[in-house]
């Protein structure tokens, strides 16, 4: 009988144990764990697009698909692109994690880069003008203003 209770006393001694054991490495790998947000890239165009992060591919996206992910917090800048399969740069910004805070974690990739800049609030610029083609003129007819 006294054998028994003596076991039963080191098996919930051991068990406590490995509850404070298993809570201590909980917590130091929660602590251990860098900050950082879901991010959320938009493919607007009709083309496939890689995703890439310092040229290092970490998406493909499909046709007006949208993707959302995990980013880690980094410190330093960081080059966002977006390529076309054969290797065409559609979309290249060398962004920190502020100014994607600002952009709330969101890359939309459009055909026009003049309608990708309105989209993350950037103001419309000189040097934006000139990489955007002029859009093609209306298909519809306005009608003369009446008098």
């Keep these: 009988m006294t054998r028994t209770f003596w076991k039963a006393r080191r098996v919930e001694a051991l068990g406590k144990a490995l509850v404070v054991a298993f809570g201590l490495l909980l917590l130091a790998g929660l602590t251990a764990c860098d900050e950082g947000n879901d991010i959320t890239y938009v493919n607007m165009t009709d083309r496939t697009l890689q995703v890439y992060i310092d040229d290092l591919l970490v998406h493909t996206l499909e046709p007006y698909e949208t993707r959302q992910a ?59 003008r000139e990489r955007t083609p002029p859009s093609p003129p209306s298909s519809r007819r306005r009608a003369p203003a009446r008098s």
């Design 70 to 128: 995990l980013i880690l917090k980094f410190s330093l800048p960081k080059l966002f692109e977006a390529r076309e399969e054969d290797g065409t740069v559609v979309f290249s910004e060398t962004l920190t994690w502020e100014d994607l805070e600002a952009r709330e974690f969101r890359i939309v990739f459009r055909d026009s880069m003049q309608d990708e800049s309105r989209s993350f609030g950037v103001k419309d610029s000189a040097a934006a």
